[in-house]
T-cell receptor
């Protein structure tokens, strides 16, 4: 158990809908990163939040957006869902945003878009 | 060339053997390297981190890093059936103050009783 929690566990949405995924970071961690993991692939970096500010973004379109709150929990929002958005969404928290900080993953949210 | 590559699997070893998992990366400026274990249907679990050239041992696990060859490996000694999982190599690719991890596709290890 890493202390990182995510909700919901599973979600089924229809193409074109919007979804919000939530993450609570491990106690003491101020940085949250979001990743998308398609079946049979490694996780792909979506973006990172450090002290409520976006601190880097991967190759994902603007319909992927996020927030970090003062308690360092975070949300990932995806608008205009597409079938290819079906994946496991992972958040990872770390003590800081530097390269040396280890990232610990939550259990993930499995999103299915039909 | 992909940023992080793991040799194709799956890898099957008998119980008690040494499993050797390999990973190469393309960015010479990379400074942090991690191995995650992922059981089927679960999220990745951090098992090793390594930052300097050489070996780092933790129980049955040894991570090896060679920055000149851009190579990082994980050795699992006395492999157990419970080690059967997908192992993901992750590299912190240089990108300013961002600590983005770039992952390989993973290699699936099966330990035969």
């Amino acid at each position: 158990e890493t202390g990182v929690t995510q909700s919901p566990t599973h979600l089924i949405k229809t193409r074109g809908q919007q979804v919000t995924l939530r993450c609570s970071s491990q106690s003491g961690h101020n940085t949250v990163s979001w990743y998308q993991q398609a079946l049979g692939q490694g996780p792909q970096f979506i973006f990172q939040y450090y002290r409520e500010e976006e601190n880097g973004r991967g190759n994902f379109p603007p319909r992927f957006s996020g927030l970090q709150f003062p308690n360092y929990s975070s949300e990932l929002n995806v608008n205009a869902l597409e079938l290819d958005d079906s994946a496991l969404y992972l958040c990872a928290s770390s003590l800081g945003r530097g390269r040396a900080y280890e990232q610990y993953f939550g259990p993930g949210t499995r999103l299915t878009v039909t | 060339q992909k940023e992080v590559e793991q040799n194709s699997g799956p890898l099957s070893v008998p119980e008690g053997a040494i499993a050797s998992l390999n990973c190469t990366y393309s960015d010479r400026g990379s400074q942090s390297f991690f191995w995650y274990r992922q059981y089927s249907g679960k999220s990745p679990e951090l098992i090793m981190s390594i930052y300097s050239n050489g070996d780092k041992e933790d129980g049955r696990f040894t991570a090896q890093l060679n920055k000149a060859s851009q190579y990082v490996s994980l050795l699992i000694r006395d492999s157990q059936p419970s080690d059967s999982a997908t192992y993901l190599c992750a590299v912190n690719v240089r990108n300013g103050a961002n600590s983005k991890l770039t992952f390989g596709k993973g290699i699936t290890l099966s330990v035969r009783p």
